[in-house]
């Protein structure tokens, strides 16, 4: 009776559905939905495609200055780098004082010196007067 009738119906429906699911319908669909997703994916690599650019050329910006701040550019500039007679590196005009033979590092060579003293500037009286 009534359950027959039910699964008769449900059979039916079902049919529909599987006639409904042949392989032209269910490529045409997923050929609409790639359609679909085109241009959004190529929003995507667009997209991607700048951040990659962005980052490139920020990372191209900081080894610019990396290189600006390495010893090489510092001594172009014209600073020079101070070694004792050991090659140590010095920081510090004490060390110099103390060291018998030092290395002056320009950007176009090396020369030897040795440390000597440097006589104190005497101070020059104000040019102007005092108000009081």
Same mark, same amino acid.
């Given at each position: 009776? @009534?359950? #027959?009738? $039910?699964?008769?119906?449900?059979?039916?429906?079902? &049919?529909?559905? %599987?006639?409904? @699911?042949?392989? =032209?319908?269910? *490529?045409?669909?997923?050929?609409?939905?790639? =359609?679909?997703? %085109?241009?959004?994916? &190529?929003?995507? =690599? $667009?997209a991607? #495609?700048?951040?990659?650019? &962005?980052?490139?050329? $920020? *990372?191209?910006?900081? $080894?610019?200055?990396?290189a600006? @701040?390495?010893?090489? /550019?510092?001594?172009?500039?014209?600073?020079?780098?101070v070694?004792?007679? /050991?090659? %140590?590196?010095?920081?510090?005009? #004490?060390?110099?004082? !103390?060291? #018998?033979? *030092? =290395?002056? !590092?320009?950007? &176009?060579?090396?020369?030897?010196? +040795?440390?000597?003293?440097? +006589?104190?500037?005497?101070?020059?009286?104000? !040019?102007?007067?005092? *108000?009081?």
């Amino acid at each position: 009776g @009534l359950l #027959a009738l $039910g699964n008769a119906r449900r059979r039916r429906d079902l &049919d529909l559905l %599987a006639a409904a @699911l042949t392989p =032209e319908r269910l *490529l045409r669909g997923l050929g609409q939905r790639r =359609e679909r997703l %085109a241009v959004p994916g &190529d929003r995507l =690599e $667009g997209a991607f #495609a700048r951040r990659v650019r &962005d980052a490139r050329a $920020g *990372l191209d910006g900081l $080894g610019r200055t990396l290189a600006s @701040l390495g010893p090489k /550019s510092v001594l172009a500039r014209g600073f020079v780098l101070v070694r004792d007679a /050991s090659g %140590a590196v010095l920081t510090r005009a #004490a060390g110099a004082r !103390e060291a #018998a033979m *030092l =290395e002056l !590092e320009f950007s &176009d060579g090396r020369v030897a010196t +040795r440390p000597m003293r440097v +006589r104190s500037r005497r101070k020059r009286p104000p !040019e102007q007067g005092t *108000l009081f």
